[in-house]
């Protein structure tokens, strides 16, 4: 299992949501928490999980 930056949620690493930065494959339980991350991958990186991202 992996965990996704964005939520902390426990993903598999078979989830359909997936997104590449600095040559690294980082998991991610919905559309919503990966397009999260893509907005600015260096704030999840740096500050850790910051729980569902809100629409």
Sequence with gaps: MK????????VDE???HRAIYKGRIYFFCSRECKEEFERDPEAYLKGGPKGMPHK
């Design 3 to 10: 965990v996704d930056p964005v939520c902390g949620m426990e």
């Design 14 to 16: 078979r989830s359909e």
